[in-house]
């Protein structure tokens, strides 16, 4: 019997490319398949904490093995940022949070002149399990950011990231092609290994 483990996420994306990593060996359900329709708060400063607060929350409200993650793009010339807050990056300029348009919009807008365009992806993944065991892994790429968005791919800021040893960005890669080299799976199989 294969074993369940809650991803807490209902990002599509994230969800088939985890379950694409991970392959059979696990059940991954997200939040929607338990029925938890509650907005878990992401209210640490560093990824590690949101991703321990997002399984330990679901793990004690669901009473079942949770995984979760927290990604953030790290850019040099803008002293990490926007790291923990990359989702919602453009939030800070009065639009809506979540808006992966107006985030690259304020990224490329920010680096406007810049030379050193190099940046990072780091995922962490944070399991708590039934048992009340815990244990974070992370996954990194190292890339840069290009100055206009190409491909249709992916999703987040894929569009202007250009991993090391590519000319293409993660948004003109297939979902196998990213998935071999991303940050996800890195973290994914460092969890596997723990698994």
Same mark, same amino acid.
């Given at each position: ?54 399984? =330990? ?13 927290? @990604? ?15 989702? =919602? ?22 680096? =406007? ?38 491909? @249709? ?13 590519? @000319?293409? @960005? ?13 940050? =996800? ?11």
């Amino acid at each position: 019997m294969k074993q369940r483990l809650v991803f807490a996420t209902n990002n599509a994306h994230k969800l088939q490319e985890v379950r694409q990593i991970l392959g059979d060996a696990f059940e991954v359900v997200s939040l929607e398949e338990i029925g938890c329709r509650d907005d878990i708060p992401e209210t640490e400063p560093t990824l590690e904490g949101n991703a321990l607060l997002k399984a =330990r929350w679901v793990a004690s409200h669901y009473g079942c093995s949770c995984f979760a993650d927290d @990604t953030g793009l790290e850019v040099e010339a803008l002293g990490g940022a926007p790291g923990v807050r990359s989702a =919602r990056y453009a939030a800070s300029e009065g639009e809506p949070g979540h808006d992966s348009e107006a985030n690259m919009r304020l990224l490329l807008k920010n680096l =406007r002149g810049v030379a050193d365009r190099r940046a990072r992806f780091r995922t962490v993944m944070a399991l708590v399990r039934d048992n009340g065991e815990e244990v974070t892994v992370s996954g990194r790429v190292e890339g840069k950011i290009i100055e206009a968005p190409r491909g @249709t791919d992916g999703f987040g800021y894929d569009p202007v990231f250009v991993p090391e040893g590519d @000319t293409r @960005t993660f948004a003109e890669m297939t979902a196998e092609e990213k998935n071999a080299v991303s940050h =996800r799976r890195r973290a994914t199989e460092a969890l596997l290994r723990v698994l």
